[in-house]
């Protein structure tokens, strides 16, 4: 039973060392400053903001939002260029990674990480923003524990329709605001099942980009 057990723990990490070996790659062929800004590289094909493959059109924010892996590989949050969270930042954790941004300027409001003792947190730190605001979550390991029913609701408020079936150690992403009308299209959700799990107790990490029109929440995403 041991070999057996070691023998899972090293297929996946081996599977998340080739992840960091393909994501170091990406990194090294761009430049980045002290504050996470990426700079556009050349990655055979040019790449623009957030390693986008276009440019957005004018008065849109580029944006890539990818959830952690297992519980290794913390999440990474990239908006204009701009890498607002990600482990070597040292603003990432356990359970639900929030980066407000101002949805008419682009420019980040605050980051926060929540775990699951944390829900009272959460609550306030979401609950006075206002309509310009945009609110990016990506997860990391397990945050089904962390919603309790008004966290859920005030998700569901913000555009989510994924929220109230998040459980354990699912994987999510969202985008919403304040007053959308409507549900967002910006989000993606992976439940936790050990039989089609990619590292067998965790999902596969989700990989959301794309392009975001300021102060709205309609455009299409990924594609890019």
């Known amino acids: 039973m041991r070999a057996l057990e070691v023998a899972r723990v090293a297929l996946i990490l081996g599977t998340l060392v080739l992840v960091c070996l393909t994501a170091n790659m990406a990194l090294k062929l761009g430049r980045r400053d002290v504050v996470g800004r990426n700079s ?14 276009k440019v957005c059109p004018q008065g849109h924010f580029a944006f890539k939002i990818q959830t952690g892996s297992a519980n290794i590989i913390g999440p990474t949050i990239c908006f204009e260029d701009k ?19 101002d949805g008419t300027t682009g420019k980040l409001i605050k980051t926060g990480a929540f775990e699951t003792h944390n829900i009272n947190n959460a609550l306030k730190f979401l609950q006075d923003i206002d309509e310009r605001t945009l609110v990016l979550v990506a997860s990391f390991d397990n945050m089904g524990t962390v919603m309790n029913d008004e966290l859920k609701q005030l998700f569901t408020k913000l555009g989510s329709s994924y929220v109230n079936s998040i459980g354990y150690r699912d994987n999510w992403i969202f985008i919403g605001s304040k007053g959308i009308n409507g ?32 102060s709205s929440i309609t455009a299409t995403a990924s594609g890019f």
């Not at 959700?189 to 965790?202: A, G, I």
């Open 183 to 214: 549900k967002s299209q910006f989000e993606e959700y992976m439940k936790n099942v050990k039989e089609t799990n990619l590292y067998e107790d965790w999902p596969k990490t989700l990989l959301l980009n794309g392009c975001i029109p300021a």
């Open 40 to 53: 556009n590289a050349l990655l055979g094909d040019r790449t623009y903001k957030c390693g986008l493959s």
């Open 83 to 101: 890498v607002l969270l990600r482990s070597t930042l040292n603003n990432v954790g356990v359970g639900m990674n929030i980066a407000l941004v």
